[in-house]
Structure formats: C-alpha cells, structure tokens
C-alpha cells in the first residue's frame, strides 16, 4: 500500500525512483479469509490467488466486478495480459467512494476475458511475442515476468526517459 509522507511527489525520471517509492510503501499480508478496510482516497496493490500461463495464442483483459465499482472500488491492471504471461496478475485498487470499503482475502473482485490471437510467424516457441504499437515485445523483454505478488511499477525501466532526456538536451540549449 502506498501511504501518504512527505514525499512531494512521484518522479518515475528520478535515478533514485524505486528507492523512493520502496520508502511509501508499507507492506501489509492478509491471510486467506481474513479482511482489510480501504478508507476513501486509500490506494493499494493486491494480486490474484491463481497464478495463470497464458500459451501464445491466447490473451486477456481484467476488468472489476461492476458490483464492487458500485461500492467506489476501482480495480483496475494495465487490463491487457499478454500472449505468454505467466504469474499471480497484479491489481491496484483504489476507493473512489465515500465510505470504507471492507475487502475480504479470496473475495472476487474482478473478471477476466480469454480470447484467442494468431502471434507473430516468426515467434519462437519459448519466446512469446506481444504486439505493441509498431513492435512486438519478447516475453524476455516483458517488465513483470513470472511474479508470485503484487508488484510495484517499473516506470524508471522505460526506454521514454532517455529519449525524452535527448529531447531535453538537444532543444533546452
């Protein structure tokens, strides 16, 4: 869960971006059964129980459960699971409410969409592609492989920061 500091802000460009945002966060665990509340405004990371493998011909997209958005819950994913995915998906679940929002350990929050893709031709078998934009990305290249909880964003891996670094340089003379 992120928590509120006096951190001015969140600067994914920062060098020191992951130990900064490993500062906010307070880890919490709630077993199998047992319930956490979300106040409004709170904000937090939580994942599935399933750990899924998604072959190269399939793929998905999460959306939250429209009853828990009536509650003011927000359950949101970069929604896409790409072709050849394989780990627990993480959340981030925010209350946009006006009341707390109990939650409770192994509670379904969310829903998945299977549908079938055709990948590239000349993918290799071990080594899933994703289109995206122009190009495609190698389950290699993916930012969260393979993860077994909820993980932090990888904004600071970016390729966007050192071109707009470039751009930075080159016009700001």
Not at 125 to 147: C, L, M, Q, S
């Amino acid at each position: 869960m992120l928590t509120r500091n006096q951190s001015p802000e969140i600067n994914p460009a920062a060098e020191d971006y992951e130990a900064e945002v490993r500062k906010m966060i307070r880890r919490l665990h709630v077993p199998l059964g047992g319930d956490f509340v979300l106040h409004p405004r709170q904000f937090m990371l939580g994942s599935t129980l399933e750990y899924l493998r998604f072959p190269p011909n399939l793929m998905g997209y999460v959306e939250g459960r429209s009853s828990w958005g009536r509650t003011g819950l927000v359950i949101a994913t970069a929604t896409v699971v790409s072709p050849g995915y394989a780990g627990v998906l993480t959340f981030e679940i925010a209350n946009v409410g006006e009341l707390p929002v109990r939650l409770h350990s192994g509670t379904r929050i969310a829903q998945i969409v299977i549908h079938a893709v055709e990948p590239p031709s000349d993918s290799a078998n071990d080594d899933h592609v994703t289109e995206v934009g122009p190009r495609y990305v190698t389950h290699k290249e993916a930012k969260f492989r393979i993860p077994t909880g909820p993980e932090l964003g990888r904004l600071d891996t970016d390729a966007d920061w050192a071109l707009l670094e470039r751009y930075r340089t080159r016009f700001n003379k």
